[in-house]
Structure formats: C-alpha cells, structure tokens
C-alpha cells in the first residue's frame, strides 16, 4: 500500500461518524439515506454527503447506482491492506512485551534469592 493510499484510509478512520458508517456497512449494503438516518439529528444531509466522499476517496467504500436507489458497501480490501501496514507494528509490540515479561522474571528470580539470602 503506497503513503498516499495510507495517509487516505488513516485520515478517513480518523473521524467517529465515519467508522461509524463502516461499521454500519460491515453488516452488508445500504443506501445513502439509510446510511444517513441515525446521523440527520446531529448533522445535515450535505455534512454526511461529504463524509461518503472521503469515505469513497480512501478506497473504504464504493457507492452504485440503480435508478434512484444508491446501495453503498464497503469495500474490505482497502482496511485489510491498513491492517497489514498495522500488523507489522503488532508483531514488534508483541516481540517487546515477550522481552519485558523475560526481563521482569528475570528480575523477580533475582529478587527472590537476594531476599533468600537477607533471612
């Protein structure tokens, strides 16, 4: 995944109303309106409009086009290349925590023989 497709995803994850948006997605297609029910309270059509417009930019969804209907569904291979780009970040927290938890028993063993030795 190039920087430039990174850079689009992160910034379209940035925003909560847009992961909200996929996560409404993730349970299959809808259309723009049904998209925009739980949001018109809080914003106006034009302002989810546009958070659509990064969404489709980022590459996370594609919107179709069937008369009037437009069935938008998200699009799984744009958040799993950010996945791996995460992934390898996963793995060298994970490598670090497996060496900190060695260190500290290390430290533990020492301890308890330092105190063995006190008594």
Known sequence: MNQNNLNLTFGALADPTRRAILARLSKGEMTVADL?????????????????????????????????????????????????????YRQFWELSFDRLDEYLKKLTKKKGIKNARKK
């Open 36 to 88: 925009a029910k739980p949001f018109m309270s809080e914003m106006s059509a034009s302002a989810i409009t546009k958070h659509l417009k990064v969404l489709e930019k980022a590459g996370l969804i594609s919107k179709g086009r069937e008369a009037q209907w437009r069935p938008c569904k998200l699009e799984k291979e744009a958040l799993k290349e950010a996945a791996n780009w995460m992934d390898q």
